[in-house]
Structure formats: C-alpha cells, structure tokens
C-alpha cells in the first residue's frame, strides 16, 4: 500500500465520513473482526441485532406497530431469523401505500432514493445516516478483501451522462483526493469504448468499478483489436447492479490480466453479498438477514433455489422486514476455504438489461431509457421494447389514468437519449406480459 493510500484511508476518507455524521469506520473495524467468527457464532450475533431492530421499532415505528399487531404478534416472538417466516412479505407496492408510516418517530436526517429501474418497477424509499454507514463499510471490507483499499487510484464505469454533469464540487473534490475517476457507462460507440481502453492504460488503476456488461464490452474490443491492457496494474475489477455471466467473466479476466469479484444487491435491498478471492459471494450476514423462499413462499433449506428475501438490519429509520427482491439463489452448503464464517449465495439469477441504440447506431446501456421512467410519479411499471432504430414501445402501467404530460414526458425523454427522428410510441396497459420463460425482461432490444 502506497503512502498516499494509507492517507487517504486512514485520514482523508475518516474525516470525510465523521464530517458527514457516518459511523462507517468504527463499523468496518467491527465487521472486519466479526467476519473470521464461525457461521453458527455469526448467525447468533444476526439473531441478537434482529431481536434489538425489531424492539426498537416496534416503539417507534407505526408501520413496524401495526404489522405486529395485526397478526397478534410482539417483538419477542421473533427469536431468530427463523422466525421472521411469522410476518408478512413487505414489497415495493407495500412501500409505497404505507410509505408515510414507514418512517420512524425518532429518524433524524433521511434523504430520498429510488431503484435502478432495471425491475420495470422503480421504487422510491428513504435511507438514513445509519443504512448509509452500514452500506459504506460493507463495501469498504469486501474491498479490502482483494488487497486494494480506498484511496487506490480507479475508475468507475457508473451513471448516465446527465448523472455524471450534476456531481457537486464537493464531491469532485472528494474523488480527485480518492482517485476515483468517473466514465458515463451509457455512450458505448466505438470510439468512446476505444477512448475508455485508452484513459485505463493512462490512468493505471488498481482497480475497476462498474457494470459487467460494460467491462465485458471493453475486454472484447480489447481482444478484438488486440490492445494489450494486460500490464495495467489492475488488481480486481469489481463488478455489480447486473447478472454477471461467465463468459463476461473469461473476457475481463483474460484482457485486463485480473480477477473479477462480483456483487449482489441493489439500492433498495442493500450490499447484500461479495465475493471473496476463493470465488464464494458472501452475505453480509452483521446486517442483512437472507432467506430463500420456494413457490410457496415458505423457507427452502440449503442448497434449494428460491426468491431472496432480504430483512437489513441497519434500516431503523426506514425499514425493510422480509422485502421481496425478486431475484433467485440459493444457500450453498459449503465452508469457505478464505476462512470466513459469513454465508455463502450461489446460483444468483439476478435481471438481464439490454443494450440499446441511437438512431446513428451507437450502442448505449438499456439502463439510459430505465432513468428517464423511473422516478415519474403515476407508473407503476414499464417495458421498453426498441423494434428498430427508428421505432420504440414503452408500455406502461400507470397508477391512475395516464395522462398526456406524462406520455410527452416519455416521448420527449427517449428521443432526447435516441435521437429526434425515433418513433416512440406509449401504451397505457393493465398489466406487463411476461417471456415464454416466465421471466420480466424490462428493456428489450431487437435491432441486429
């Protein structure tokens, strides 16, 4: 670790998180200890935090009140992660018809966020200084985990343009002490995908942030025109928000000379596993409770693929009990030979996005289209469909009746991202179609 390294991750970056009232180092000293306990000692710590979490908000939280009550329940009926299999699902259309009562009495500073968008179904919630500390240091640990820490110069293929021009001054200060350099991951055309190969050779980074999807594409241009990134100096790219495939896998792995380390999880549900240099995705079990549900809806025993049902325990202003994901995995039976007692998921089958195009064929993330739906208030859903380069479908599910601002607020938004000459076309639907597979994509392309 470089001098400068051990600033900023020593100094820089605690001062940073103390000035914005986060607990994030004290809580990464703590999960750094906790994570060599045996499984069975960790899941008796996750028992003891669920039992305080659900007390606490049972006297200060009227959503978290009411549910108990309803189903004649207290918080010392729930002993064990077990146990929470006596409370109902929360998902995102319970969140948002009891979102006023879901923040707690005594929740202090809590801004507004919302999901990707990547479900069709964009949620908005709230998270509070607490969820922010946990989330940052749960990262902070998995990072560490691959010899590289805060402070190590890398480069993030993150947001979409428009996200990328709001940055603040304050926090471009803040990355250019990091070292963190940003890329708009959504402009894909070649020339932007060369001149991303060329900034990763200059920049030397010891490691890489970003989609799969999107590293994927610059490992294979790599290969392709056969532009050596090899002797980069990057240690691990670190890759999340999409189903990792193994072929991406291969491809990054083979261009950039570096493992891949994958993440799962999601804005709503929180960091919910890493994976560690043996290969094993670990839960973040100090603060996230995993279950796995069958068709059934009831609990599935190792081994057996079900829906990822998730209950954080550092959501005290804002919780989420049970929260329905909708991704698929399963518990694995095996011991990891890193050391860690933390559970390990396998078999993620998380959503698939689609790459889409502009009308002067340059490729973007599908994500590009998901940002301009997602936080409209009055849609519960969407599907974009890009049958040409010349003509896109959105359908939606409105909450209310649709309403012509809306519609022109979609229209004008694509055509914005795609090109003025696009026809877009906007369908008010009772409900989204599902694939033959059962499965919701929600960005689909068919240009070949």
């Given at each position: 670790m470089s001098l400068y390294t051990k600033f900023v991750a020593n100094v820089f970056f605690p001062l940073h998180e103390k000035l914005k009232k986060h607990d994030t180092v004290s809580i990464r000293k703590q999960l750094e200890e906790s994570q060599w306990?045996?499984?069975?000692?960790?899941?008796?710590?996750?028992n003891d935090k669920l039992q305080q979490f659900?007390?606490?908000?049972?006297?200060?939280?009227?959503?978290?009140?009411?549910?108990?009550?309803?189903?004649?329940?207290?918080p010392s009926d729930i002993k064990t992660a077990a146990d929470l299999s006596k409370l109902p699902f929360m998902t995102k259309s319970v969140i948002k018809e009891n979102f006023e009562e879901l923040l707690s009495k005594n929740a202090k500073s809590v801004s507004k966020f919302s999901t990707g968008g990547s479900s069709g179904n964009p949620l908005l919630f709230l998270l509070g200084k607490e969820r922010v500390s946990h989330d940052v240091a749960e990262k902070w640990r998995a990072t560490r985990w691959w010899d590289v820490d805060i402070g190590d110069t890398?480069?993030?293929?993150?947001?979409?343009p428009i996200e990328l021009n709001s940055q603040d001054k304050v926090k471009a200060i803040r990355d250019k002490f990091l070292r963190t350099h940003l890329i708009p991951a959504f402009d894909l055309s070649d020339a932007s995908v060369m001149t991303f190969l060329d900034e990763i050779k200059s920049k030397r980074p010891k490691m890489l942030f970003g989609y799969p999807s999107v590293f994927a594409m610059l490992a294979k241009k790599a290969i392709e025109k056969q532009i050596d990134m090899s002797k980069c100096g990057i240690k691990v790219v670190f890759v999340t928000s999409e189903r990792l495939y193994d072929y991406q896998r291969q491809d990054i792995e083979k261009a950039f000379n570096a493992p891949v380390a994958n993440g799962y999880g999601g804005r709503d549900a929180g960091f919910i596993a890493h994976e560690c240099p043996k290969g094993n995705l670990h839960v973040s079990a100090e603060d996230i409770v995993v279950e796995i549900v069958g068709d059934d809806l009831q609990p599935l025993p190792d081994g057996e693929e079900g829906e990822i049902v998730v209950t954080h325990l550092a959501t005290s202003d804002f919780p989420f009990i049970r929260y329905r994901t909708g991704d698929i995995a399963s518990y694995s039976k095996r011991v990891c030979g890193c050391g860690r007692g933390l559970p390990i998921l396998e078999n993620i089958q998380g959503r698939s996005t689609d790459f889409v195009y502009k009308t002067d064929g340059t490729k973007m993330h599908g994500l590009s289209l998901i940002y301009v739906l997602r936080e409209v208030d009055g849609i519960e859903e969407f599907k974009i469909t890009q049958h040409s380069l010349g003509k896109v479908d959105v359908e939606v599910v409105p909450t209310t009746e649709m309403s012509s601002a809306i519609e022109h607020y979609i229209v004008d938004g694509l055509k914005q991202r795609l090109g003025d000459s696009v026809d877009v076309q906007v369908f008010s639907v009772a409900a989204l179609t599902p694939e033959k597979s059962g499965k919701y994509r929600y960005v689909i392309c068919k240009v070949e």
């Open positions: 306990l045996s499984t069975d000692k960790l899941l008796a710590l996750q659900l007390s606490g908000l049972y006297i200060n939280n009227t959503f978290v009140k009411k549910l108990f009550d309803n189903n004649k329940l207290s890398e480069i993030v293929a993150w947001g979409s």
